[in-house]
């Protein structure tokens, strides 16, 4: 299985700004994931990242709000862009496993924004 | 589209109860159907998984059996502990080898008393 890291853990910024999340993986993966999970609710994926392309974004999320870098296989950020109190929210990245036809997911970074 | 539907929580028993929780989904085809749980402060890690009706999924004392005739997925553990106190998040991807394609449910949270 996976072994999949993020950063920062938490964090609490003021509106406006900008936070930029890290994903690590200890193996190469062509796919790469980013959901976000608001209180209360389920996950959303947010887009793809596949290295070397361009990530495609889900239905509701743009890249200027969410800008994705994948520069290697086995890294990847998630911008959160001018960030708004609805942007609270974990942010979790996931890999999938075609071995187990499931995904293996990170601890999550826990972002408030006041 | 798909969709997956969960009982709403929170749902509180006492050290060894039984307990279920439903899920119930709403897809075209065969999907594989799965159980995260989210363990405070954690990521979201595969519990369980089935791939084709009447398949069980079991690990950790939880189980759930792939019912096609009533599209439910109910998770079930004969006598829950402390630690099983957690949020469990049901989910399907489509087809077999189509893992980047997870919907999740709004997940159930469990808390466990002595």
């Known amino acids: 299985s996976a072994v999949i890291s993020q950063k920062p853990s938490r964090d609490i910024c003021q509106r406006g700004t900008s936070l930029t999340i890290q994903c690590q993986v200890d193996s190469q993966v062509t796919m790469m994931f980013w959901y976000r999970q608001q209180p209360g609710q389920s996950l959303t994926l947010i887009a793809t990242?596949?290295?070397?392309?361009?990530?495609?974004?889900e239905s509701g999320f743009v890249i200027d709000k969410f800008p994705i870098s994948r520069p290697n296989l086995t890294f990847s950020t998630l911008t959160v862009s001018n960030m708004s109190p609805e942007d609270s929210s974990i942010y979790l990245c996931?890999?999938?496993?075609?071995?187990?036809?499931?995904?293996?997911f990170g601890p999550g970074t826990r972002l408030t924004v006041l | 589209g798909n969709s997956v539907t969960q009982m709403e929580g929170p749902v509180t028993l006492s050290e060894e109860a039984f307990l279920t929780i439903n899920c119930t989904y709403t897809a075209t085809g065969y999907p594989s159907l799965f159980w995260y749980v989210q363990y405070p402060g954690e990521g979201l890690q595969l519990l369980l998984k089935a791939t084709k009706a009447d398949d069980k999924g079991s690990n950790k004392g939880f189980e759930a059996t792939y019912r096609k005739e009533t599209t439910s997925f109910h998770l079930e553990k004969g006598s829950v502990q402390v630690s099983d106190s957690a949020v469990y998040f049901c989910a399907l991807s489509p087809r077999s080898g189509t893992a980047s394609k997870l919907t999740f449910g709004t997940g159930t949270r469990l808390q466990v008393t002595l």
């Open positions: 990242a596949n290295q070397g392309s361009e990530a495609t974004y």
């Open positions: 996931s890999v999938p496993d075609w071995a187990t036809d499931t995904q293996y």
